[in-house]
């Protein structure tokens, strides 16, 4: 069974597409999921990673900051699904790139700012949580290799934070609104390497879903919101993503 033909003659027509993406879709950039086999969090107990505890405990801040260097987010190159979604966009049937994903790559890959909404915020800027003064994350991962192994800021002293939503910290209101309206202005969504699992993202598909428009997702094994997809595609999002967008792109059916 052609489960590409079958995206494209459910997404055929559309030209509001919403793309939803989660950690799947990187992990082809050489980026570890976090639920997945072997993902962050069988490995590391995310408990320890709350906004609270980062906040009091030097001893998680130190170790934040060492996965972050080891992570291969910042040397992490876009993939061919991330390039496919860029195509999209370009090809004017796509609203907007909602993502979990902290890494950066929709942009890298060609994507602009204004198309891309992050829920869960950008690795690659760093805050101090009492000034407010902000810097690449990359200065701050200088400082760490050169042997600070909690730094703060240079302004005020105060604990600096990566502008990444911590377990226990609100979700960012701006983007959360964002793409609520993105969700009621789509005409379809493709869903990206996620189990869509995690709410309130995950309501950000089935907004769409729930209002009766198509649903396809690509992922790597199973998602919370299978029962409902119009189409389901299993299997690498770099092998599948670009041929789809290239058929809806080119009007083939």
Same mark, same amino acid.
């Given at each position: 069974?052609?489960?590409i ?16 993406t989660? @950690?799947?879709?990187?992990?082809e ?18 408990e320890e ?9 030097p001893?998680?801040?130190?170790? !934040?900051?060492?996965?972050r260097a ?20 370009? !090809?004017g049937?796509m ?9 950066? &790559? ?5 994507l +602009? ?7 869960? !915020?950008? @690795?690659?800027?760093?805050t ?24 703060t800021c ?6 600096l934070? +990566?502008d990444?939503v ?5 979700m960012p209101?701006r983007?959360m ?20 699992s995690?709410? +309130? ?28 997809a ?17 058929? &809806?792109?080119?009007?083939? @059916?």
């Open positions: 069974m052609d489960h033909a079958d995206a494209v003659k459910a997404l055929s027509g559309c030209s509001s597409i919403l793309v939803f989660g @950690a799947g879709i990187s992990t950039s050489g980026i570890p999921d976090f639920r997945g086999p072997g993902g962050v969090w069988t490995r590391v107990d995310p990673f709350t906004y609270s505890r980062y906040l009091t405990n001893d998680t801040r130190r170790r !934040g900051w060492a996965m080891e992570s291969g987010v910042f040397d992490a190159t876009p993939n061919a699904a991330h390039r496919a979604i860029a195509e999209l966009w370009d !090809g049937l609203i907007a790139c909602v993502t979990q994903n902290i890494d950066g &790559l929709h942009q890298v890959a060609g +602009p700012d204004e198309a891309v909404i992050e829920l869960h !915020g950008n @690795a690659h800027h760093t101090c949580v009492s000034c407010g003064s902000r810097q690449p994350t990359a200065v701050v991962l200088d400082r760490v290799a050169g042997g600070e192994d909690d730094p240079t302004d005020c002293g105060g604990i934070k +990566p990444v911590f377990f226990g910290e609100m209101e983007e609104m964002r793409a609520a309206m993105a969700a009621g202005e789509a005409d379809a969504v493709i869903a990206v390497g996620s189990t869509l995690v709410f +309130p993202a995950a309501n950000v598909p089935l907004e769409v879903a729930e209002a009766g428009h198509p649903f396809v997702i690509v992922n790597r094994g199973p998602t919370e919101l299978d029962d409902i119009t189409v389901r595609i299993e299997g690498p999002a770099g092998d599948l993503l670009p041929g789809i967008v290239r058929r &809806l792109i080119s009007g083939a @059916a």
